[in-house]
């Protein structure tokens, strides 16, 4: 990439029928920092019209989404993470502007795809808050670089009259309140101990009907559990919010192996059966 300071450089590898990851990020160093704020952030034109011809697709078949753009996690994909991490904590008011450069430039953005979004029944859907909880980082870096823009944002979709849904997985206990504040109409995928760190009736307690959950049925058991347990699972959890509203059961994340192993495939079409029956 060129900037008026010079070139910079990111490398990404993707295997043959494998998710594609970096091996060496945009932002390395100062040097490349200052490159990279000698970019305009300008607003890219936004296009609608796939997400619409899906949405003719599915009739009442399903719920087409849009996705945008999380500040944080916008700043946060240039750099190598750790690196990221500390210079959250060490020069966060270089990191906050940085997040509000981006802000600006999302906040365009999803001011046309409003525009666009007139007359359809839309989900708006971000992901990328979860690169800021523990124990990546402390919540205080939630509150200051991620409560304050995603709650804009939410609220310009809300205002609209769009329903807004959050991606975050693992931990959010420490920042639950944080995504009340924001607002969004869905938290998801709500992961169950050990690898999130609340447990479901005290997630539904606290959002009071104020945000739907979903989630709880964690992925890796849908590869592993032998038969009868992910039934169990989903009795148990169906026992737990019988009678209770703001909760979807989902797994926690989609299907990330193709072919399917035989032992997930029957664990899922368990969880199917036994969710529509014991539910």
């Known amino acids: 990439m060129d ?4 070139k910079l450089r990111m490398v990404q590898k993707k295997p043959k029928d494998q998710p ?6 945009l932002i390395k160093d100062d040097r490349d920092l200052e490159k990279f704020m000698s970019l305009p952030a300008e607003p890219s034109v936004q296009d609608l019209s796939p997400t619409e011809e899906i949405y003719e697709k599915l009739g009442d078949k399903g719920l087409a989404y849009v996705s945008y753009d999380d500040p944080f996690y916008s700043v946060a994909r240039w750099f190598d993470f750790g690196d990221f991490a500390v210079r ?8 906050g502007e940085l997040v509000e450069r981006e802000f600006e430039r999302i906040k365009a953005e999803l001011e046309m795809m409003l525009d666009q979004a007139e007359g359809y029944d839309l989900l708006f859907y971000t992901g990328g808050p979860e690169l800021a909880t523990p124990p990546l980082l402390p919540p205080e870096i939630f509150e200051a670089l991620v409560t304050p823009y995603q709650k804009e944002l939410v609220g310009m ?3 609209a009259g769009y329903l807004c849904s959050i991606h975050c997985h693992g931990r959010v206990r420490a920042v639950f309140d944080q995504f009340l504040e924001i607002g969004p109409d869905v938290l998801e995928p709500m992961e169950p101990p050990p690898q999130g760190d609340i447990y479901l009736d005290e997630a539904l307690n606290r959002a009071e009907g104020r945000m739907c959950l979903m989630g709880y049925i964690q992925d890796q058991d849908l590869y592993t559990s032998e038969p009868g347990k992910v039934k169990e699972r989903v009795r148990e959890i169906c026992d737990l919010v019988r009678g ?5 059961m989902t797994p926690t994340a989609t299907p990330y192996m193709f072919p399917p192993p035989e032992k997930f495939v029957r664990n899922y079409v368990e969880f199917i059966r036994t969710a529509d029956s014991a539910c």
């Open 157 to 159: 979709i809300k205002g």
């Open 3 to 6: 900037t008026p300071k010079g």
């Open 88 to 95: 959250c904590i060490r020069q966060l008011p270089l990191i």
């Open 20 to 25: 594609g990851y970096c091996v060496e990020p």
């Open 244 to 248: 209770r509203t703001g909760y979807i």
